[in-house]
């Protein structure tokens, strides 16, 4: 899911060297669009910390990049298959074979191409400076906002919503966030609600939401 984020404490010192090479951390993500080879890392490195100082988890959409600021989130295409996923990238590497991106398991899964190990793929990063920027957690909460997700078309917006109406996470709206499709809950004026919303989100089986201000 997309946030508007600040860039990471760590990870984006600009240049740095591995195994003798120097490499030079892009100020920008914005226009990224490139092709190479994808592979995928692991159980040897789930709960180990990223280059970003978050702990690697598996099960989540995420990814190593040479030179992309972190965090960085990016839309990553099967060339052999066509599959598509978002994905957060808040690691380095991969640092072998001039391949362009390492995939978490999670994230080769939805790419199928957990057999292979390696594939062809197409890395577009999303301009994230078009959401709202992520809040920060408050005692009170004016005017406050859930984003439960973000979709390059309107359709997909649509369904989301329509679940969450259909779950009874209301109320729910879809906004024009220009190249993407927002869907948010609310408004809410205080934490304790916005707990409540979140953690039944959660428990029944929706992305994280997270706050955001209009």
């Given at each position: 899911?997309?946030?508007?984020?600040?860039?990471?404490?760590?990870?984006?010192?600009?240049?740095?060297?591995?195994?003798?090479?120097?490499?030079?951390?892009?100020?920008?993500?914005?226009?990224?669009?490139?092709?190479?080879?994808?592979?995928?890392?692991?159980?040897?490195?789930?709960?180990?910390?990223?280059?970003?100082?978050?702990?690697?988890?598996?099960?989540?959409?995420?990814?190593?990049?040479?030179?992309?600021?972190?965090?960085?989130?990016?839309?990553?295409?099967?060339?052999?298959?066509?599959?598509?996923?978002?994905?957060?990238?808040?690691?380095?590497?991969?640092?072998?074979?001039?391949?362009?991106?390492?995939?978490?398991?999670?994230?080769?899964?939805?790419?199928?191409?957990?057999?292979?190990?390696?594939?062809?793929?197409?890395?577009?990063?999303?301009?994230?400076?078009?959401?709202?920027?992520?809040?920060?957690n408050a005692p009170d909460a004016p005017d406050t906002w859930l984003q439960a997700?973000?979709?390059?078309?309107?359709?997909?917006?649509?369904?989301?919503?329509?679940?969450?109406?259909?779950?009874?996470?209301?109320?729910?709206?879809?906004?024009?966030?220009?190249?993407?499709?927002?869907?948010?809950?609310?408004?809410?004026?205080?934490?304790?609600?916005?707990?409540?919303?979140?953690?039944?989100?959660?428990?029944?089986?929706?992305?994280?939401?997270?706050?955001?201000?209009?």
């Amino acid at each position: 899911m997309p946030r508007n984020e600040p860039k990471a404490a760590y990870g984006n010192h600009s240049p740095y060297t591995v195994y003798g090479r120097k490499y030079n951390v892009l100020e920008s993500s914005v226009g990224y669009v490139q092709r190479g080879i994808a592979s995928w890392y692991g159980t040897k490195f789930h709960g180990r910390m990223t280059s970003s100082g978050e702990p690697y988890d598996m099960h989540l959409a995420t990814a190593a990049h040479k030179t992309l600021p972190l965090p960085t989130y990016a839309e990553v295409t099967n060339l052999d298959n066509g599959k598509k996923i978002i994905v957060k990238v808040n690691d380095r590497g991969p640092f072998k074979n001039e391949r362009l991106i390492d995939m978490s398991y999670a994230a080769a899964l939805r790419l199928g191409m957990l057999g292979s190990g390696t594939t062809p793929v197409e890395v577009r990063a999303i301009d994230t400076s078009v959401l709202p920027m992520v809040t920060s957690n408050a005692p009170d909460a004016p005017d406050t906002w859930l984003q439960a997700g973000a979709f390059g078309q309107r359709e997909g917006a649509e369904e989301l919503a329509e679940r969450l109406a259909r779950a009874n996470l209301k109320p729910v709206s879809i906004r024009n966030g220009g190249k993407l499709f927002l869907v948010w809950l609310g408004p809410y004026d205080s934490n304790l609600e916005i707990n409540a919303v979140t953690q039944r989100a959660i428990e029944l089986g929706f992305e994280r939401p997270h706050k955001v201000k209009r």
